[in-house]
């Protein structure tokens, strides 16, 4: 079975955010960059980056053979 890790990504970020319609993630290369609403990015982060580890973790977990980087991506503008 194969695994969309952007999509799977998109859906563990919307979860962790108040605002999920303003979640995207954006492949560039070999990352991944989450995108979120302006004051959402500490919900991804979490206390001392538990959550976004988290994220990273699952992701690896359903696709092992990938070797991705997932970065939270500053405010948009």
Sequence with gaps: MKV???ELTLFLAQHVVDEPQQVSVERRGQ???IDVAPGEEGRVIGRGGRVIQAIRT???AAAPQSRLSIDLRGNRL
């Design 4 to 6: 969309d890790v952007q």
């Design 31 to 33: 990352a991944l960059l």
């Design 58 to 60: 699952l992701v690896r």
